[in-house]
Structure formats: structure tokens, C-alpha cells
């Protein structure tokens, strides 16, 4: 069974980066299209970045787009977000997700979540 665990949240100042990381287990991540998403009490989850299977090609919600960078590391395993200039507005749980990309056919898998909270 497959499994994703998200690291690296914590709170920030504003203008301060994290980065935040995402270990994968029990599947083939090189066949999983990978993304970032966050949420809020009360909100919706939100999709933040996100990174096709091969790396090639990356995608960020508006809001984000200029400060934050998706990658992916398929030999060790790992999905990252680099979360740079935080803004207040960024406090959210963000969580992992893999879906299968191209050809691929499995299951879909959320991470738990870690929690960034930029405050002064």
C-alpha cells in the first residue's frame, strides 16, 4: 500500500522560506504525477503546484506563482516544495498527492499534512 508523508512545516516570519518535503513509499513515484495542495478551517482544499511524472512539466496556482518552486527527486523517493517570500496568507496545511500519469494505471494517495503557519 502506497504512502506519502509530508516534513518541513513549522512557523515562519513573513518574507521567510520553508521547504517542505515529501517522502513516498510502496508505489512507483516515477508513474505518479505529483502536486501540492493546502487548506484551511472552513476552506476547501486548494491546489497549489504541481510537477507531471517525467518532471517536465509544472503548473502553481496564481497565488503562488514567482515564490514557490515544485521538484521531484524519482531515485530517492521525494517531492518538494520550496516555499519562498511567505506570506500570512500562505498559513495553511499543505498536503501531498500522487495520481497516476500517462499510461499508468493505481491508486491515488494523500499525505497526512504539515502545517505551516507564517506569522509575525
Known amino acids: 500500500q502506497g504512502q506519502l508523508v509530508e516534513t518541513g512545516g513549522g512557523l515562519v516570519q513573513p518574507g521567510e522560506s520553508l521547504r517542505l518535503s515529501c517522502a513516498a513509499s510502496?508505489?512507483?513515484?516515477?508513474?505518479?504525477?505529483m502536486e501540492w495542495h493546502r487548506q484551511t478551517p472552513g476552506k476547501e482544499r486548494e491546489l497549489v503546484a504541481y510537477v507531471s511524472r517525467r518532471g517536465t512539466s509544472t503548473d502553481y496556482a496564481d497565488s503562488v506563482k514567482g515564490r514557490f518552486i515544485i521538484s521531484r527527486d524519482d531515485a530517492k523517493n521525494m517531492v518538494f516544495l520550496q516555499m519562498d517570500s511567505l506570506k500570512p496568507e500562505d498559513t495553511a496545511k499543505y498536503y501531498c498527492?500522487?495520481?497516476?500519469?500517462?499510461?499508468?494505471?493505481?491508486?491515488?494517495?494523500w499525505g497526512q499534512g504539515t502545517q505551516v503557519t507564517v506569522s509575525s
Open positions: 498527492y500522487a495520481a497516476p500519469g500517462g499510461p499508468f494505471i493505481g491508486n491515488n494517495y
Open positions: 510502496g508505489f512507483t513515484l516515477s508513474n505518479y504525477d
